[in-house]
Each structure stands twice: as C-alpha cells, then as structure tokens.
C-alpha cells in the first residue's frame, strides 16, 4: 500500500471514529436505564471527600442499582472500608445486594506533575480497559477523582465499537461552585448526564443539570 493510500485509510478510520463518538454521547441522554431489570452500575470512589459524596449519592440510589462495582485506586485503604461498611448496612435492608470492589492504579497522584500524569494516566487505562469490557456496566457513577477518566473512557469504547452504550454520570463536587474541576471539564463533552450544585456552574455550562443540594 501506498504512502497515499495509508494516509486515507487512516483518515477514513478517524472519521469514523469521531462519527461514531458523537452517535455514542448523543444517543446517550434517550436511554432509560432500569426499564428491563436491574441496572450494572461501576462507582468510582476516590479518597477522602470524593468517597463520602459518592455514598451519600448511592444512599438515595434504589435495589434496581445491582450489581454494584465499586472501583478504587490501588493505594487507597480508606475508601475500602468506608465501601464494605456502608455496603454492610445497606444488606440488612436489601438481602439480594450484590457489590464488588475493584482496584486499578491510580491515574493522578496529589501534587504529581502534569507531565508526568500522562505516563500514570495511561497505565491506568491498561487496567481500565479489560475491568470495564469484562464488567460491561449499564452505567458508570463518578464524582470527580482522577481515577474515574481511564474508566470513562473504556466506558466510551464499549460504545464506540457498537458492543454496548454505557451511560457516563457524572457529579461534579459540592466544593465547586464557579469553576469545574479538572476531571470535570475532561468529561463534560462526553458525558451524559452531568450534574452541578451550584447554579454558578449551570449558567456557565448549559449541558450541566442542576437540582440543587444532591450529596
């Protein structure tokens, strides 16, 4: 094959591939998950803050929300039992809950370098990729820790290749109130939902949804 004809092939593949994402993230909002039994959902919990919002989050979810796979960081203890405790409680109400606990590497250390987070980004997505294809959630569940972009974006494959739409929702903070996050503003074009709690945030960003005080 020709330089030339390298090239196009190329070029048609990417083509494809950006047709193809703009189907997958606009399709998204139409879905109605839980309207055939239960919903597969992956929460991506990160330390400290981040944790306790996601399970105040996942208190006011329903029973239809099963299984649950929470993912954590490999270096993070305290999210774990923060996970299996309230887990643990949520049992005695709702004897067929179902949950696991995953761990991939974490994408962004505090105070690490941009430069740097590239390389920790991508070995994350490594491990991302095969837990998200092997789990194939209905939805992934995310509050703004770094460690939630590797795993949106297997999500986003997983509709790209036409093998299953995974709902991105996403929560920003209740600690933003005039400007997005850094994850934030990495999802909020491809996401489907994407929730703020501040009406700052919404008037700056239309495709935001606001309903107040959520966590």
Known sequence: MSLEGAAFAILLICVFLIIRLYLVVKTGPKLKPGSK???AVLVVAGSGGHTT??????ESLSAAYTPRHYVIADTDQMS??????????????????????CRIPRSREVHQSWSS???????????????????????????????????C?????????????????????????????LTGKILYPISDYFFVQWSSLRDKYPKSIFMGRIV
């Open 53 to 58: 919002e996601i399970l105040r989050l996942m």
């Open 117 to 151: 987070s590239v390389g920790s980004t991508l070995n994350a997505l490594q491990y991302s990729l095969p837990l998200v294809f092997r789990l194939r959630p209905d939805v992934v569940l995310c509050n703004g820790p770094g460690t939630c972009v590797p795993l």
């Open 37 to 39: 039994g239960p919903i």
């Open 80 to 101: 774990e039992e923060k996970i299996s405790t309230f887990e643990s409680s949520k049992q005695h109400s709702d004897s067929g809950s179902q949950f696991t606990i």
């Open 153 to 181: 974006v297997a999500g986003l494959l997983l509709g790209i290749l036409g093998m299953k739409k995974v709902l991105i929702v996403y929560v920003e903070s209740i600690c933003r109130v005039h400007t997005l996050s």
